[in-house]
Nanobody, 117 residues
């Protein structure tokens, strides 16, 4: 079973930056595509970014190029660098992956990001 643990959230002012990390407890991390999602209060969870096992990123159109997803297979970790943060980026951020040939999904516990002055 894959376990994911996010970290790096917090309170930041508008225009600031944060880097989120997600550590995976698996020896097969390098073969998994990884994703970051977020859920704001009263809203549905939405996709933020994904990164393939080859390191190819994909982003939600609404991000306007402010976020960067990356991975370090040696550390079994995926990152989300968030720049020029806006109040509307406030949400709980989750990482996720699908494994066991697509039959199982793992989610982390989430990390809170609050953008406010």
């Amino acid at each position: 079973q894959v376990q994911l643990v996010e970290s790096g959230g917090g309170l930041v002012q508008p225009g600031g930056s944060l880097r989120l990390s997600c550590a995976a407890s698996t020896n097969f991390f390098s073969i998994y595509a990884m994703g970051w999602y977020r859920q704001a209060p009263g809203k549905q969870r939405e996709l933020v970014a994904t990164i393939s096992r080859a390191g190819i990123p994909n982003y939600a159109d609404s991000l306007e190029g402010r976020f960067t997803i990356s991975r370090d297979n040696a550390r079994n970790t995926v990152y989300l660098q968030m720049n020029f943060l806006k109040p509307e980026d406030t949400a709980v951020y989750y990482c996720s992956t699908v494994y066991d040939r697509g039959t199982k999904t793992a989610w982390g516990q989430g990390t809170q990001v609050t953008v406010s002055s």
